[in-house]
């Protein structure tokens, strides 16, 4: 007998009940959902370790890449990792009482609010960085030079459907 990973075992089953379905497309989305999964759990370890969620860390890796002030108005962060600013407000209040960043008035002026990193801020997240980089070699490494590149030209393509590319 064949061995089958869970998703075809799926699919198998799917199509024995319902051979009237074309059951194919849940081979590659099914496989991937399983691998994004995996690679989340591997993924938020490392942030782990450094005592962040994948939020928190989401939220001073969006500061670092700001570069110097380290510094974005709270709606810009919302909006550079992709979450409402209800959940931003709570991530924030989180990395303020831990001293990674904080709240303050722009520069010149009074009226416009900016969260930035601390200098503690930064030596955690530049450290968290260096590990999720080694970490994320670590993971695809796992696939062929040549899987890699296929790989990536494939899901920029399929991502490119959902969020056009943007210039620099």
Known sequence: M??????????????RERPDLDVTPQGVIGRLHRLAAHLTTELTAVYEKHGLGEGEFDVLAALRR?????????????????????????????LAAAGLVERRNADGDGRRRVVALTPRGVSVIDAAFTDHMANER????????????????????WLALYEPPRRG
């Open 66 to 94: 700001a570069g110097a002030p380290y510094e974005r108005a709270p709606g810009e962060l919302a909006e550079h990792t992709m979450v409402t600013t209800g959940a931003m407000t709570k991530r924030l209040d989180r």
């Open 138 to 157: 670590r993971l695809v490494d796992q696939l062929s030079a040549a899987d890699r590149t296929s790989l990536e030209t494939t899901l920029t393509r």
């Open 2 to 15: 064949t061995e089958l990973d869970r998703v075809a075992r799926i699919q198998h089953d799917w199509q």
